[in-house]
């Protein structure tokens, strides 16, 4: 689960329509200290820089955040902490290295926002239906996607899911 958050994060450096902007996490999965521990390792190690540099993960933006990106880049809202902190990379406003909010709350903006850059919202849920019911309140929807093993969830996931892509 870990890998492919973080690549479909952060690869493109969060850039393409079908980037994770937003991960729901049942609540048991969002209070393991350990899994939030692998995710801030993984996308830490998602290093920002240069096309040319073969060590970078991530490469430039398209243009320096504005916006709802910059914002989402530098601010919290009220409930959210930082579990890894956005930063420009080697002074280069098109450069910006992985940022993961913990705390995202229903119905805050980035929630609802999709920021197309390297900015991942963490937002827990108790349950797959509440999970469901958090993603389609989104307003964007192009993709989405489950990890579980359960081939039950797949289809209650699949029968309740509002987006163009599973």
């Known amino acids: 689960t870990v890998a492919n958050v973080v690549y479909s994060a952060f690869g493109n450096s969060g850039q393409k ?5 937003l ?14 521990r692998q995710l801030v390792d993984a996308a830490a190690t998602f ?9 970078s993960r991530m490469g430039p933006l398209v243009r320096p955040p504005r916006g709802p990106l910059a914002e989402a880049l530098t601010v ?23 940022g993961i909010k913990w705390g995202v709350r229903p119905g805050s903006a980035t929630h ?3 920021f197309f850059g390297p ?3 963490v937002l827990p849920a108790k349950d797959l239906e509440e999970a469901v019911a958090l993603a389609n309140d989104t307003g964007y929807g192009l993709t989405a996607g489950l990890q ?7 289809e209650r996931w699949k ?7 599973l």
């Open 17 to 21: 329509c079908s980037a994770t902007s």
């Open 23 to 36: 991960l729901i996490l049942e609540r048991e999965v969002y209070d393991d200290p350990a899994f939030r």
């Open 47 to 55: 290093a920002a820089g240069s096309a040319w540099d073969f060590a």
């Open 76 to 98: 919290l809202a009220p409930g959210e902490g930082w579990a890894l902190e956005p930063k420009q990379a080697e002074g280069n406003p098109h450069l910006w290295s992985a």
């Open 112 to 114: 609802r926002t999709e």
């Open 119 to 121: 900015v991942l919202g």
């Open 148 to 154: 579980s093993l359960d081939r039950r969830e797949h």
């Open 159 to 165: 029968e309740g899911i509002r987006a163009g892509n």
